[in-house]
């Protein structure tokens, strides 16, 4: 599969917005890759890797975060359901769970509703060890500073702002990754 292909689908218009976009997810594919490399006894799929962090923040179109270049109505954190919709409906399940588990560390079910949180009432969270390495490098990189890696500290407390149970799951995943 091309993720390019899918990302010129529904962003047409050499933007800032599919800038924003397609440099964020490169730098997430790269430190996804070069995580995965690091650990070859994890038989990882490089190539589904390098293709669903490509496409991991596909549905942020569709929201309101005006200082990123998106002009759509849902809120921010709806991005990686609504992307996981696109995907899907292109006929990519397997990459589809990866744009829906990547918000935050992964977010269940009790938290979306502890939070009040305006997204589908069911688990989101990183389950296979691909989903869980990609969701692990977004954490590094923001779409306001472009080709910046956060600090491992800075990573963990942009986690930790969210609830105890994602910044567990971030420490699992400095002993697994690092």
């Given at each position: 599969m091309n993720p390019f292909?899918?990302?010129?689908?529904?962003?047409p218009e050499d933007n800032e917005?599919?800038?924003?976009l397609?440099?964020?997810s490169r730098s997430v594919a790269d430190k996804?890759?070069?995580l995965a490399q690091k650990h070859p006894e994890?038989?990882?799929?490089?190539a589904f890797i390098g293709e669903a962090a490509v496409l991991h923040d596909i549905g942020i179109f569709q929201t309101d975060a005006p200082d990123i270049q998106c002009f759509g109505t849902y809120p921010y954190i709806c991005h990686g359901y609504l992307g996981a919709d696109l995907v899907r409906k292109e006929g990519f399940?397997?990459?589809a769970l990866v744009c829906e588990r990547h918000t935050g560390a992964g977010l269940s079910l009790q938290n979306i509703l502890d939070r009040g949180l305006p997204l589908p009432h069911r688990d989101m969270l990183p389950v296979s060890?691909?989903?869980q390495i990609i969701c692990f490098a977004d954490k590094f990189f923001s779409k306001t500073k472009?080709?910046?890696e956060k600090s491992l500290d800075k990573a963990r407390k942009s986690v930790a702002k969210h609830g105890e149970e994602g910044a567990v799951r971030f420490d699992h995943w400095c002993e697994l990754f690092l």
């Amino acid at each position: 599969m091309n993720p390019f292909a899918l990302i010129d689908k529904f962003y047409p218009e050499d933007n800032e917005l599919k800038h924003i976009l397609l440099v964020h997810s490169r730098s997430v594919a790269d430190k996804a890759l070069a995580l995965a490399q690091k650990h070859p006894e994890l038989n990882l799929d490089l190539a589904f890797i390098g293709e669903a962090a490509v496409l991991h923040d596909i549905g942020i179109f569709q929201t309101d975060a005006p200082d990123i270049q998106c002009f759509g109505t849902y809120p921010y954190i709806c991005h990686g359901y609504l992307g996981a919709d696109l995907v899907r409906k292109e006929g990519f399940p397997r990459h589809a769970l990866v744009c829906e588990r990547h918000t935050g560390a992964g977010l269940s079910l009790q938290n979306i509703l502890d939070r009040g949180l305006p997204l589908p009432h069911r688990d989101m969270l990183p389950v296979s060890m691909e989903e869980q390495i990609i969701c692990f490098a977004d954490k590094f990189f923001s779409k306001t500073k472009l080709d910046k890696e956060k600090s491992l500290d800075k990573a963990r407390k942009s986690v930790a702002k969210h609830g105890e149970e994602g910044a567990v799951r971030f420490d699992h995943w400095c002993e697994l990754f690092l």
